[in-house]
């Protein structure tokens, strides 16, 4: 597969693995240094993960150990992450083109899971304002609806507390630019 693509191809789709999860993590600043490095930690925790599944397509476990391989160049990657849901809308049109339809959507969703994973890393909510802690209940009841409609994953409350607002909002913009359900 990589055979086939230009140079900007290439390093549009081994960045985003490393991206995704860091547009996630700089969504919120609510958890301050502390939860910045737990979802740095956790981001390179995930794409060693991704990196070693053998369970995976050959394709998609070549493009995130590649992604952990040039790690040393991560820091250059920070830069203009407000790009990063268009990055994934022409990553989703450049794998379509040269890998299968469900290698693709495999390459989408594991985008997705690696962004989820670093929303999770570190709680940022606190519990204590009733009004708050019952808005943020209905947000829950509502986002589980939501997911059995579309047949996705329903998360924990503990879980959903997790995952702030602003990281929900940077999610389901990757999940827009990946074409996932949102």
């Not at 860091?22 to 609510?30: T, W």
């Not at 268009?86 to 290698?103: F, I, L, Q, T, W």
């Not at 009004?131 to 509502?142: E, G, I, R, T």
């Not at 409609?149 to 998360?155: F, K, N, P, T, V």
Request: glycine share 6%; net charge negative.
């Amino acid at each position: 597969m990589f055979e086939s693509l230009n140079i900007d191809e290439k390093r549009l789709i081994v960045q985003l693995p490393y991206r995704v999860g860091l547009y996630v993590s700089e969504s919120d600043k609510s958890g301050g240094d502390e939860s910045d490095e737990q979802e740095a930690q956790v981001l390179s925790n995930i794409i060693r993960g991704f990196a070693e599944d053998v369970m995976g397509a050959e394709s998609i476990q070549h493009i995130i150990s590649t992604t952990l391989m040039l790690k040393d160049q991560w820091a250059d990657w920070q830069a203009n992450l407000d790009n990063v849901p268009g990055e994934c809308e022409k990553a989703v049109s450049v794998m379509e083109e040269h890998v299968s339809r469900k290698d693709a959507k495999a390459f989408a969703t594991q985008l997705y899971e690696i962004g989820e994973a670093v929303a999770l890393a570190f709680q940022e909510y606190e519990e204590g304002n009733k009004l708050q802690d019952f808005m943020l209940m209905l947000s829950y009841k509502s986002d589980q609806a939501r997911a059995k409609r579309l047949g996705l994953r329903e998360r924990s409350f503990e879980e959903f507390k997790s995952i702030s607002a602003d990281e929900r909002e940077a999610l389901k913009k990757i999940a827009q630019g990946l074409h996932l359900p949102t």
